[in-house]
């Protein structure tokens, strides 16, 4: 089986600050991946030249097989490359269905998806996937946070991905909460979309990830079995300190 | 190219470099305002234009020497923009809705100006007087009028004194803190509100002696603030937004390029030079030609 | 209601205030409804970009003074008749708006303001450079008595009226299209819009083609209108402030806002240019604009509905 995601030698500096310096992995088809790194060691960065919101200098990105160099960010959701942003970034003035539609009009509908028709009902069901069914006609203000995450993953799950990249999409939620989105997630993968987690919660990452990529000051360190990755060397003393 | 030529050239370079000294007092205030706070004063101008006014006022009533006044003054445009930045803070900062309702109400503001100066004063053309308005100095073939040179000293002073506080003043670095990271400037224990609000003080306040040194340098009716905007916004982005030394080197490019305009090519054109720079930077390189990058 | 629908209603409207100038049967009701009729076109084309998108535009003026002077040129050039000219108008208007916008929308809303207003300049010292179109001195144009048996100043609000009818009903059906919803996600977080799978930057360069195109077309009549245009009254500041203060007086969410700004704004500036004057008028124009923006940020429609 080829790999969904493949990232080969992914370069990226910021002035001269190295933000990513020759990162490599693949995801497969279906797959749960982990991507943990303390604050600063270029998660963010990574998911940005992932999705096109900015570009790599070095390396090159390949989906399905097709290289994603100079395609926008527009372009790459179209292909099924889809994220959650790490703060729920809602549209404000939108009710949460209407939401919902941005993602179905502008990156379903051009792959051919979606009839008119069923744009309603589709908003529902996904609204209703998340809890939110009720508060269909809300605008994002009076959403809670949780709620508010709820909303940013459905509206990912809109554009019918075939990856996911959910970026922190549990800081700053109780236990609980944690555990709901958790499930959320295993579902969505369970029905076969292939999801990157990026989470600092090490719980939700061990008990979400089949595979697990560390990333240090902008360089992968680790790449592996989730329980083994963590136990590594090199991984203990940059989480610990040395 | 002929000694004719030459002595053109000369004369141009030296009144453009002049020119550009006060180019930087008239951004001063923008450089502050949009560099450093983010905020679009785009009504700036017509406050420069009042600052021309009360000079102009203080000068034919009085017999004051027009820039004396306008240094006399400084209190009052600073309270001037501390109530602006009042009202602007409670209308848009706090309900987070600074970008289209915020433009417009620079926008108004500088409209309301206008329109106040011409009900008041009409549209004739107001001079000032003062010894330094005839004269000039000669230099061999270059002349430096006094009524350029006093204003580019005067300009360069205002900016140096603006320079001074900014680096050594707890207030001045509380400022520069606030353009980078408003979260740093809680750390330091200070108001952000507050020192947003001072700044924008300083900001107006600077449009009194550039509104002096402009109706020194030419005469003055309400809308030329217009052609100012474009000048402004344009050194103040070549600059690299916030940076004085940026701005001064900015503005002297643009005087000396207008100056050349305006002598090999006819006056007509020079506010267009100001307006295409303007155009070139954004779209060429928007985060300025003399910035950081 | 259905875009077709709409459209019969807007007509019957249209048909109604035409009637009802012609039976006040006074020239000056015609004169001074085609400067209101003109502001509508203006307001709702500054909306589509500025309350749809979020792109504030303070070069009105150019656009509106571009189709007036390419009404100009054709006219020294050709016998075309006025509707021909206003379609030329709003070709030469939105295609300026599409330069602009290819070279500054890129960067940050602010900027594509700035550079807005620096474009106004930079057009007006092009025109007034200009001596083919009259430079500084100005150009006359002569307005034929009537056309096909209509007098001509009631011709110009004829096709004003269209106009309006056609600018408020594209305004109309783009809100609930999907380009409205496009563009609203582009206003409300342009990050997560593109995100999301919107084609950013070409909507808003459909959104300035289109605004600047409308206040072109808005613009071609103006020479018949005025019969003498120079620059300083073609690219009068007076039209930036008018319709930037008219979409957010009456409320940019909707269509029917920059149609009300445009009715009682323009209507109460005909009104007191006369019996005021018209700075004081204008000065009327500004202090709503802030008190607007400051107390109202909703507008006029905002004290209505939820």
Known sequence: MTALLQVQGLGKRFGGFVALADVSFDVAEGERLGLIGPNGSGKSTLVNCLCGTLRNESGEVRFAGQKLAGLNAHQRIRRGLARSFQLPRPFGTMTLAENLRVPILYAVQPRGGARVPDIARRCTDLLGMVGLADKADRKPADLTQIEMRKLELARAMASEPRLLIADEAMAGLSHQEVDEILALLLRLNAEGVTIIMIEHIMRAVLAFSQRLVVLVAGRKIADGDPQAVVREQAVVEAYLGS | ?293 | MRTAGFVVLLLVVAAAVFGAARLVDNPYAFFAGYVVLQYIVLATAWNILGGYTGYVNFGTAAFFALGAYSTVALHKLTALPLPAMMLAGGIVSGAVGLGTGYFTLRLRGTYFSIATLAMAVVVQTLITNWSFVGGSRGAYVVRPAEVMGLDYVQYLFLLMLLLAVAAVTIARTIERSRLGTGFAAIRDDEVAAEANGVPTLRLKLVATALSGGLMGMAGAPLPYYVTYLDPASGFSLSYAVNTIAMPLIGGTASWIGPVIGAVLLGTLQQVATVTISSALSLLIVGLLLVGFVVAAPRGIIGWFGK
């Not at chain 2, 983010?38 to 020497?65: C, E, K, Q, R, W």
């Not at chain 2, 409670?90 to 329109?115: K, M, N, P, Q, W």
Request: net charge neutral; proline share 5%; glycine share 10%.
């Open chain 2, 1 to 293: 190219m002929d000694l004719l030529q030459l002595d053109l050239l000369g004369n141009a370079l030296v009144s453009g470099l002049l020119l550009g000294a006060f180019y930087a007092a008239v951004t001063i205030g923008v450089s502050i305002s949009f560099g450093m706070l983010d905020i679009v004063n785009i009504a700036h101008p017509a406050f420069i234009i009042l600052g021309s006014y009360t000079a102009y006022i203080a000068n034919t009533t009085l017999g004051v020497d027009p820039i004396l006044a306008s240094i006399v003054l400084l209190p009052a445009f600073y309270l001037l923009g501390v109530a602006i930045y009042t009202v602007y803070d409670l209308a848009f900062e706090r309900r987070g809705d600074a970008s289209i309702r915020g433009l417009a109400f620079f926008f108004g503001l500088l409209f309301i100006t206008e329109v106040t100066l011409v009900l008041v004063f009409g549209v004739d053309y107001r001079l000032v007087e003062a010894v330094y308005v005839g004269p000039s100095i000669s230099l061999g073939p270059i002349d430096l009028p006094l009524r350029l040179l006093v204003p580019a000293l005067v300009s360069l002073a205002l900016i140096g004194a603006l320079q001074v506080f900014m680096r050594h003043s707890f207030t001045g670095r509380a400022i520069q803190a606030v353009a980078q990271d408003p979260l740093a400037l809680r750390l330091m224990a200070a108001n952000p509100t507050r020192i947003k609000r001072i700044a924008f003080g300083l900001s107006i306040a600077t449009a009194s002696v550039a509104g002096a040194v402009l109706i020194v340098i030419q005469p003055v009716e309400p809308s030329i603030a217009r052609d100012y905007i474009g000048r402004v916004f344009a050194i103040c982005v070549m600059g690299g937004l916030g940076s004085f030394g940026g701005t001064v080197a900015a503005a002297m490019t643009l005087g000396i390029v207008e100056s050349l305009t305006a002598t090999f090519s006819g006056p007509s054109w020079s506010p267009a030079v100001a307006f295409g720079f303007l155009l070139l930077t954004l779209a060429l390189r928007p985060t300025g030609l003399f910035g950081r990058s």
